[in-house]
């Protein structure tokens, strides 16, 4: 990919999985480029729901992304993701409210608080991360294609990976636990920035149930991309790890940027799943 403003954009998608790099080599070259920008496209959209404190100022940067999203078909575009992926005949196969369902579920949740139970947290996670993980179902495999399974693995692998941000995010109005789980443990929102044992045991029953959901949400063998499956593969993993460890948080940590020999079986794995559909 030679353009450097759209290098930056993936760049920016690599760092917050780092381990995508690998998977990269698994990806068809012909394709490579518009299938890198639609998950490029994807974090810029994560970044703007998760990575403004300010609401108003959240709900700013996604109104002009439903507005860049909603005029992209008839005019190409102005920011250079959009401008490559509509480029594609591709995009304009898609429908337009797969297009607009990430930006609007973005939306809806700006002002969401901690979910009352986990059933309740993944429902709430699946809005935004589900309806991104749609779009690229779409985008890979043709509109027709079922995209549950990727729904689900796209919001456990956030709720893990959220998990990682839990001392950063403590103060904010939607935690990464829930209210349930707090009270199980006696945790309070002032407790979480504080390595506890009542911490650990809260994080590891977290985990395990993320682990159980993400193994049986692969096992429902729909299309997934090569990343989508990259992302689970990695996520479960994760998950099954730290809920095993005596430090979970750190563990989280730990496996955040680790690559190695089984990183690159998990990007095979996802290629050749990935190749049963296309």
Not at 16 to 38: K, M
Not at 44 to 61: C, D, F, M, T
Not at 211 to 235: C, D, Y
Not at 253 to 270: D, E, F, K, V, Y
Request: charged share 20%.
């Amino acid at each position: 990919m030679s353009d450097g403003a759209i290098q930056n954009f993936v760049d920016k998608w690599l760092a917050v999985q780092p381990q995508q790099r690998i998977a990269l080599g698994f990806v068809d070259e012909t394709s490579r480029d518009e299938r890198v920008a639609l998950a490029a496209l994807e974090q810029e959209l994560i970044s703007a729901a998760y990575g403004i404190r300010e609401p108003q100022v959240a709900a700013a940067k996604l109104q002009w992304w439903a507005e860049e999203l909603a005029g992209a078909a008839a005019s190409g575009g102005r920011h250079p993701l959009t401008k490559l992926l509509f480029a594609s005949p591709r995009a304009k196969e898609i429908p337009a409210g797969l297009w607009l369902a990430p930006v609007l579920a973005a939306m809806a949740q700006l002002e969401q608080g901690t979910s009352s139970d986990f059933a309740a947290q993944v429902t709430a996670a699946r809005g935004l991360h589900g309806a991104l993980a749609a779009l690229e179902t779409a985008w890979w495999f043709g509109p027709a294609a079922p995209a549950e399974s990727a729904s689900r693995i796209a919001a456990l692998s956030h709720l893990v990976f959220a998990l990682s941000r839990l001392e950063l995010d403590a103060e904010r109005e939607r935690l990464p636990l829930p209210m349930s789980r707090l009270a199980r443990h006696g945790l309070s929102r002032g407790h979480l920035k504080d390595d506890t044992p009542a911490r650990r045991e809260a994080l590891r029953a977290q985990l395990g149930e993320l682990a159980t959901a993400l193994r049986e949400a692969l096992a429902l063998g729909e299309p997934l991309s090569t990343f989508r499956g990259m992302e689970g593969r990695t996520a479960l993993s994760t998950a099954r790890a730290a809920a095993r460890a005596s430090e979970p948080f750190a563990e989280l940590h730990r496996r955040q940027s680790r690559t190695g020999p089984a990183t690159a079986i998990r990007a095979w794995l996802a290629a050749r799943h990935a190749g049963r559909f296309t």
